[in-house]
Every structure is written in structure tokens, then in C-alpha cells.
DNA sequence: TGTCCATAATGTAACGTTTTCAGTTGTCGG
DNA sequence: CCGACAACTGAAAACGTTACATTATGGACA
């Protein structure tokens, strides 16, 4: 009978249905449907029946249908800034382990760092059903939220002032303390602050000064931007107005690398004429020469932690904020200082 | 009545399809749909009163039901080894582009470099439909083809030995001699090559090793892993079996800070004993001491190429293969040689 | 024999859309 | 006043699935 054969390639062709699969074994759509759910009691032999049909015409439950009905897409939302810098990605990576143990997987959007690209993302991401979201850096506070049907929480990685409760965040007031007792440990007392805007920046600086404080000591301080050109302007400042410094804590790594670079070019030696903390602990730490000590964010963690709250949310429990303590990474860029080397002026 | 309250309170509740949005602006589900893809023609009073309730109601039409009936899903599967590495990272935010243009989104699944988390990753996106899928740097050949039910057609960032004319790829060869040309520009002539594992870094070296054949030099080599610590002791080895070198061209930007790295620990200065190509243009590159002169991948523009690709594919056309220049960046790492600092043994 | 129960299977109604087909108007030329 | 045509609208049929309610089929038990 050519005529079977014939239908058979074009139903094959044109993605087979549940339909089509139950018509072959001669049972109903529900039974096929419970075989690939395993949820009730279904006959051996008729399971066998169905699943050898399901393999002959490659048969797949399609999502699509089981997300329709489910009301679950089994999609997490994924708003970030950017994914060509590092730290997001390794974000990114905690978030994926956790989700790919769940069968879950992720619809990703950029914000660029931007409020209306990222309410655009949202509304992408919402109309496609996400069960949940991560939003990494949101620029959005409290006064525009983001955009939420069906009681769909968004978790957000960012510092507290979002003032949502589904919040994963960094102790950045921590890591500043831990920056200035590191350098007032080694012995160095003529130290420097280059921030950037925002508030991670300040809360940094706040831990910074409070250990500085509770010494005695005071701080210069200059203003950036996190690139690595107001690193270097920064340092450039710091120098200049002010002969002594012996070491410079800095609110970002890139910033960080900067600060090397205008070292460098003034001859003067680090860990040994100055010593430099950088924050985050981004890849590039590692390369730099020296070696940058740095305040590692635990961003695998953080993601990792963000998407379990972000499951636990969509299992409708209640979640607190979780804050991750930064951690100091020893390198190069820091050192016991060197009388001789001091600068002289 | 509180009665109605409570229930219209719980329709708001769980989300409003296109029936509420019919019901109140009175007319059929079918004008409604109508208004939201303006298809057919519709009264432009009517239109005014749908668009009015559907905003009132915040009403966004769900992709799950478009999809469904459509048997699309307006989902592009990207399968990518990692997200941490800045170069995936470019490429995805130029994908992420042209997608977002034609209102596509992007279902992101890691590969980790690993065979068989890249097949699941390949069924997991199927499983939710995609309608194109793109993947960068498969180790999956030929022999192993990923499954794709459906017409659907993967498209490869990739060099060419994957076999498939959906393609997009780098000229690595003209790459190496860009490497070539430009330090026999710069008078050297004692040139060195660290290389890495696989296809890329092979055919990087046959563009080089062309180029100074052309000029009758050869060149010294070493082994590496795209490592940066590979690429210390690559410059360990090329500098002690062989006192004279003047130039190392390295297959990738990590490698290369390490071998800065080498070179500044033996107090050789760059460029002035040695020059340094990079390849890749890593976000790196910039920041190493001194900056790497670099060939640039223009990885967005290859994304942006690879996501058109899928586009037209999807859309039934046909294709071909895309090859990218590179591009050499010139930055502090080359430059002329100065005689009275070349390597004296 | 009749009742009850467990098991196995089925039928049907959703889910939220688009699309096709079949109207219903209203307008205009003849 | 008729017919043709355009503009607009609505009903209903999909799409692939699950959930709910229901129906057979036996077997155990009183």
C-alpha cells in the first residue's frame, strides 16, 4: 500500500502530534499522554505499544502544547546588562548549572544598561511565559518595577537600594573593610581611594573609611568611572596633588589596571612603592602585571544562589535577601612597602 | 456583590487572554487578533476601543498560543561553550541584535567545550520548539551531526572542518600572515610562534609560516593550551634553546600575557627586545603592560553574520559560507627594534 | 447475585492564539 | 433598484497538550 507509506513520510514530515501517534497504537490522545508523563497506572502492554510507535515516527511531546495548557513554560527569564564582561558570565554560568538540574532553561535579554531596553527586555521575556526572572544590575528601582502578570517575582542581583525582597547582593561595605585592613596590616599608611558612581562604589568606600577611621588614619580619594582610562587619570590625580601615597584602593579591577598603568609610567614599583587592592576579582586580575590582589565577588555563587531563589520563588515559598561576603585574593599588587622606594619628592 | 469582585479580582489574577480583551471592548477574539497583528483591515474606531481595553487590561498577547497555532516559536537556540570568555560574550551581543530587530529571542544553553553536554544542550532547545539554532565552536563534526527535526538548520561558528555550508568563520590563516607581515615590517627577523591545540591555531601558524617562507626565514616554535601559564612557559623555552628572538607571534591573547609576562620576568623589554601579536583582540589586550598588538576578531560582526544567516535560513533561502578578515590592532607591543637592547648572551 | 473497588482506558473540555470562510453592512456605478 | 465590490466582522476550526470526569472490565467480598 504505497498510499501509507506516502502519508506516513508526509506526516512525518510535517512534525508528528500526539494525535498521530495515538491513532497508530489504537488508543486514546490521554494515554499516550500518560505514558510520556508516567503519571497514572497505563497497561505495560499498551505503554510498549505506544512508545515503539512514538520511537518509529520519532515522536516528541512538543513543549509548546504542554506549556499552553500547563500555564509553565519551563523558561527563565535572563535580564543582564552585557554578557562580554566576565563577571556576569560567570553569573551566568551558576545560573545555568542550577536551571539545567532543573530542566529548565533560559531566555536571555540585554539590557545594555539601559531603563527602556531593559522594560523592553521584560516585556520580551513576559510574553514568551517565563515561570521566573533574574535581572542582573537592574537599573529600574522602585519607582518604575518592572513589569510582572501572574505573580511572576523577579529576582534581582543587584544592591539593596531596589528594595525588592527576591534580592541576591554582595556585602560591597565588607569588602572595602577588608581592603583597608589588608594595607593597614602590611604597614602602609598613606592610602588612596578611586570610586566610581553608584552605589556599590559608596558602599565600598563607607567600609574603606571605617577601618581607616577606627586607625586613626585619613584617605585621599579620586573619582572614576570603572573604565580603565579613569583608572589611570584617577592615579594620575592622586599622585600629583599629593606626593605620598603608598597604596591605593580601587573600586573596580578594570579601573584597577589603570591604576597600574599610571604607575608604571611614573616608575614607580608595586607592591613595593605602592601597593594596589582592585574589587571584583574579574579575569583580567590575574593577567595583569603584577598580579592585582583584588575583593573577589563570588559570582558563580551568586548566580548559582540566585537561581535557586529564583525556583524556590516560583514554588511559591517565601525567600529573604541573601548577602554574599566578598573575599580578599592575595596577589602581586600587594606587598610589605619598601622604605627606599617610598616616594620622594 | 462581593462575589464579582473576587472573581474579577482572580481573572486579572491569572493573566487576561484575548477573550477578556473581546468581551469588554465588544467585539469577536477574531478582530481582536486582528488589531494585534494588523493583518486585515479593521475600523479605525474599532481598533481605537480594542487598543484602549487591551492597555486598561495590560493585555500582551501570548506568544504560547501565537506559537502554537503558528508552529513557530520566534526562539533562536544558542549554544555557546561558555559565557565568561569576552569574545562569546561580543559575538552574542551582535546575535542579540539582529535578533532583537525582528523580535526573536534567544534560548541560551552552554556547551562547556564538552561532546556530550552539547547534544543535550541541542535537545533541550529542541524540546522548546527553536525555529533556527546557532552554535559556536561545536566539537561536534561531522561525524556526530547534532539532531534537528524539522527542516531546522544549525548554523556554525566554526572553522571549516565541520563540513556544513551554514557557516561563519574567521580567515585564521590570513590572520598569521598579518602576524607575519607586520614584524618582518618592523625589521625583525628572528621570529617565534606559540601555538595551541586544534584547527584555529594550526591554520594561524600556516598563514605565518607562509609569509616567512616568502621572506626565506624560519621561525622557532612552541607549544601551548591558550593558557596564560602555557604561554609563560612557551616564552620560558623559546628564550632558553634559543638566544636569539626578536618577535613571538601567539595564538591567543591569554597566551600572550603570559608570555609579556615571561619577557618582563627576564627584564627583556617589549617592543624594544621583543615584539608581541596577540591574537583574538580579547578585552584583554588592551589592558595587559604594554598593550598587545593584537588580530582582531571582529566576533560581533561575525555573530550579527551568524544570527542573518539563521534569519535567511529559517526563511528558506539559500546560503553560503561567510569568511571574516581579521584585522591586525597595532598597540604598544610592536614596534621598531632597538639594536643595543636586542638578547646578548 | 449484587455491591464495591481498583485498574485501565476513554472522551471531552479546556489553554490562547491565528486563520479561513462566511457573512453583514455600506457605497457606488449603471 | 440591482449587482458588484469593498470594508469590516464573527464563528469555528485548528494547533498539541493536560486535566477532569466518566466509562468499561474484572475481581473480591458479603
Redesign the interface.
Known sequence: MPELTVSSVLTAER?VGIREVARLSGVSIATVSRVFNDAAAVNPETRERVLEQAQAL?Y?P????R??VR?R???LG?IVP?????L???M??GI?EVL?REGM??????SHDNVDSEFTAA???????VDGGIIINSRLGLNAPL?A???LNWVQVAPEHTGTPHRVELDNEAGGRLAALEMLGLGRRRLAFVGAPGRESADRERGFAAELRRAGLIYRRAQGDYS?ASGVQAAGELLEHNAAVDAVFVAGD?MA?GV??AL?QRGLRVPEAVAVVGFDDA??A????PRLTSIRQPARAMGTAAAELSLRLLGGHRTEPITFPPELVRRESTGPPSRLSARHF
Request: hydrophobic residues 40%.
Open positions: 512534525s520519532n516528541q512538543s513543549s509548546l502544547g506549556n499552553l500555564g513554560s519551563e523558561l535572563l552585557n554578557v562580554a564582561f566576565p556576569y558570565g560567570e551566568i554560568g545555568e539545567g532553561s533560559i531566555l536571555l535579554a540585554l516585556q520580551h521575556l513576559l510574553r514568551h511565559a513589569p502578570p501572574r505573580g580603565e578594570l589596571a597600574l598603568r608604571h579575569a583580567i590575574s593577567l595583569l602585571y
